[in-house]
């Protein structure tokens, strides 16, 4: 599943949040949008989802124009950094809840149901917890639950909103590579935002450099990061400089 | 610091911020005197209600109809108001329209407006004529009546608690978290679907509290109800009605036996509303999960 | 070709009942508010002027009338701010200082609400009238002072009547506010006092003033409890909602309309300078998430 974004502008009145941004995703690769808070790649994550709409430009996934698509039927995964979960649902209830409000005609049976929610807690590494609720699970649990919820109704593409932010750092390593092992053996399309510069190096094949609703650069993670170790705006020539004054004597 | 004031510390903390005990003796004896005073004097006088008197009471068929109606009628304009609230709250805090604000205040007139007055006005707008019959006329042509009869008492009662239910959801639609709601868009929700499986339990305990508070005070409801009722015994008669007659006659220990049985229901009520409510409403605490 | 036009018509549907939807339900909250609670307003105002300003003014401007004014407002100077004060003093013990058994206080504060003015108005009685249990008290020590069927009365039963209502506009926002900011005052040495005064008050300014208003509105139109005790004692224990009430009992229709017109007005005031204060508390209602389904198709994304 491919996907391109064609010239996407948005503005809030006079706030111009996004300006002719364009960039393609290939079937099957983790594209990191990466920057600074405000940039706007939230907004261009909820863009394709559907959850807003573009002021500009369009979307397309496979080649089809998701214009007139409306968001509930994309088919697009969503995972929230504050993990959006129901908080009256178990977690399988959690889980199955895509499965379940599909129309009649298209709803897998009850055991369908159950096996993939079983599948998706055995992948999650959440098997004993199925019964619980929301509030009874720690930070990393939630998170997890909010992915394998995303992962069943098969989505065409994932997209995550800074989705480890919210956790400790060993929780976020971990899932990291939980997240990282799943995109492979599921060759699922993935688009990750997050302002984690050591994120977009380990997850990514590409990363997407924006800032202030543009983007900058465009490129492998290592490449371009490891040049980039210090903000953008941060003039090398100062660099420089201090530099030769520290080996001058 | 001695050892016993490092004792007490560790058994008791003490309150971050000053001035706990005068607050709350203030408070505490105010609300003694001013609200629990009276409450212990009924309970008390109730308490010397002779036994022959709370038999003649709840045998009169009188007064069986009187609470009948009045439960009865309480218990519809309760649903009604529950429904209508949440039409009015779900509106008012999510879609933005022209009016909006308007509407919220609105909502405030049974609040403010004496319920004599809005009694007054009832009759005359639901009255079969009269100049003032603007709804009331109508209504008789296609053969319903209003005015004096039970139907007239539940209009009078869903004015009053309108406001109860709406402002005791808004909040809780406002808090409703929205990547919850967006979740469920990408996870494929149509609106309806979202609405009774997210907004609904969601909004159950507050709905629940409403309710109940709507109620107890559709029960208790005297200004407003008593000029459309036309107060007709076992027909549109009211309880608080039969409490205010027995006291004009006198009879005290008629009206006390009454009265208790009325309190008693105001009690459980805020059982109810303080206790079951909060702890349904705790499951639902706001805040990031 | 057909099969195209044919699917873009569906999402126009789909579209379009997303908006019809809406746009009904908001149709028929209107017509709900204005059927249930405005007409009755507007029957008020046409009685009362249905035989001309003159007769109007007459009506209003009766000795009677005048009294009853008198008496509700010397009610509200001082059934207000005692209750403002406890509510104040509640709202610092519940939810600042957390103390225990909080919602034992709550549930007294709560009481008067779902008490009916009747079984108020019985209670009182029972307690200050003459055959009550004070009444008895101070006789045993030769003092006499009516307090049923005298202005006493009025003030006490506007007194319970009224407890809650500033309470509760104030406390939900203070619960939510927390005590970090007091917490924090006092780190920097502010004293209790002064705490309440400068980080406290200030923050509950709006709720405040609309809990003093609805309560000040309430205790304007209390009648049913005020109407059992206090004797109907023209010109000296009528409230405006009582002589509301003798008008019209003496068939005096326009007039009782007209003395009705006045509470009306000062509700209405009550209400339109409350909202202009709420208008900086209600926030903007949650966008983009809900309307998703008629909106995805409004940009092109």
């Known amino acids: 599943m491919t996907l391109t974004a064609h010239n996407i502008s948005k503005h809030y009145g006079d706030q111009q949040v996004l300006n002719n941004v364009s960039f393609h995703v290939q079937d099957g690769e983790l594209l990191t949008l990466l920057g600074p808070s405000g940039c706007g790649k939230s907004t261009m994550l909820r863009i394709i989802a559907g959850l807003e709409p573009a002021s500009g430009g369009h979307i397309s996934l496979n080649g089809e124009d998701l214009s007139q698509v409306p968001a509930a039927k994309r088919q697009i995964g969503f995972v929230f950094q504050n993990y959006a979960l129901f908080r009256h649902m178990s977690v399988a209830d959690n889980i199955a809840f895509g499965l379940t409000v599909q129309p009649r005609s298209r709803r897998p049976s009850r055991a369908e149901i159950a096996a993939t929610v079983a599948q998706l807690l055995d992948t999650m590494h959440l098997s004993d917890h199925g019964h619980r609720f929301p509030d009874q699970l720690s930070g990393g649990q939630k998170q997890r639950v909010a992915v394998a919820r995303a992962l069943a109704i098969k989505p065409k593409l994932l997209l995550l909103d800074e989705p480890f932010s919210a956790l400790d750092t060993a929780v976020r390593l971990d899932l990291r590579q939980r997240l990282k092992s799943i995109q492979r053996d599921l060759g699922i399309t993935c688009v990750l935002v997050t302002h984690d510069h050591d994120e977009a190096k380990e997850l990514s094949e590409r990363v997407v450099i924006m800032k202030a609703g543009q983007i900058e650069e465009v490129g492998k993670p290592h490449e371009i990061l490891n040049r980039r170790i210090l903000p953008p705006n941060f003039k090398r020539r100062a660099v420089h400089a201090s530099l030769s004054t520290h080996y001058s004597v | 610091m001695t050892s016993i004031a490092i004792k007490s510390e560790a058994k008791r903390q003490a309150p971050a911020l000053p001035g706990q005990v005068p607050t709350t003796l203030g408070a505490t004896l105010y609300l003694g005197l001013v609200v629990l005073l009276p409450v212990v004097a009924l309970v008390t006088a109730a308490h010397g209600v002779a036994a022959n008197v709370w038999v003649k ?39 933005s329209f022209t009016g909006r604000r308007v509407l919220d205040a609105l909502l405030d007139i049974p609040l403010a407006l ?176 | 070709m057909a099969a195209q036009i044919f699917i873009a018509d569906r999402r126009a549907q789909a579209r379009h009942s997303g908006q019809l939807l809406r746009r009904s339900l908001i149709g028929l909250a209107a017509v709900t508010v204005g059927v249930t609670l405005l007409l009755p307003v507007l029957v008020i105002f046409n009685a009362a002027l249905s035989h001309g300003l003159g007769v109007y003014l007459t009506s209003i401007f009766a000795a009677e009338t005048w009294q009853a004014i008198k008496l509700t407002l010397f009610t509200i100077a001082l059934v207000v701010p005692l209750n403002t004060a406890c509510a104040l003093a509640l709202a610092w013990a519940v939810s600042k200082t957390r103390v225990k058994g909080s919602t034992w206080l709550l549930v007294v504060t709560d009481l008067p609400l779902t008490v009916s003015p009747v079984v108020t108005g019985l209670m009182l009685i ?82 405040l003033v609309q809990g003093v208003i609805l309560a000040a509105a309430r205790a304007a139109g209390e009648f049913g409890a005020v109407s059992m005790i206090s004797g109907h004692i023209r010109g000296l224990t009528t409230t405006l909602p009582q002589q509301v009430e003798i008008l019209y009992n003496e068939y005096g229709f326009t007039a009782a309309y007209s003395v009705a017109s006045i509470l009306t007005l000062f509700a209405v005031l009550s209400l339109g300078v409350k909202a202009y204060f709420t208008s900086s508390l209600i926030s903007a209602p949650v966008p983009q998430a809900i309307n998703v389904d008629d909106q995805s198709a409004k940009g092109r994304g």
């Open chain 2, 114 to 289: 004496p319920t004599a007055v809005a009694g007054l006005a009832l009759a005359a707008l639901y009255a079969e004529g009269g100049p003032h019959a603007w709804l009331g006329r109508p209504l008789a042509a296609c053969g319903i009546q209003v005015a004096y009869t039970p139907l007239g008492i539940i209009v009078a009662q869903v004015f009053v608690t309108l406001p109860l239910q709406a402002r005791i959801l808004q909040p809780v639609l406002r808090q409703f978290e929205p990547s919850v709601e967006a979740a469920a868009v990408t996870l494929g929700a149509a609106p309806w679907q979202r609405f009774w499986r997210l907004f609904i339990p969601h909004l159950t305990p507050a709905l629940v509290a409403g309710f109940t508070q709507a109620f107890a005070r559709a029960l208790g409801e005297y200004g407003a109800v008593i000029f459309i009722a036309g107060n007709l015994p076992s027909y549109s008669e009211i309880m608080p009605l039969m409490i205010a007659t027995k006291l004009e006659q006198f009879d005290y220990a008629g009206a006390t036996a009454l009265a208790l049985i009325m309190l008693a229901v105001s009690l459980a009520t805020l059982f109810i509303l303080n206790f079951y409510a909060r702890k349904l409403g705790s499951r639902y605490k706001g805040g990031l999960q």
């Open chain 3, 126 to 207: 029972l307690l200050y009238g003459q055959r009550g249990w004070l009444a008895t008290q101070l006789h045993a020590h030769g003092i006499d002072i009516a307090i049923v069927y005298a202005v006493p009365a009025v003030v006490l039963a506007t007194l319970f009547v009224t407890v809650p209502y500033v309470a509760r506009q104030i406390l939900p926002q203070l619960e939510d506010a927390g005590t970090e900011a007091e917490e924090a005052a006092a780190t920097l040495g502010a004293s209790g006092w002064s705490i309440f005064r400068r980080v406290t008050l200030p923050s509950i300014k709006l709720s």
């Open chain 2, 57 to 95: 009471v709840l045998t009169s068929s009188r007064i069986v109809a009187a609470i009948r109606v009045s439960v009865s009628t309480s218990l519809v304009a309760a649903a009604i108001t529950t429904v209508l609230g949440l039409l009015l709250a779900w509106v008012i805090e999510r879609y």
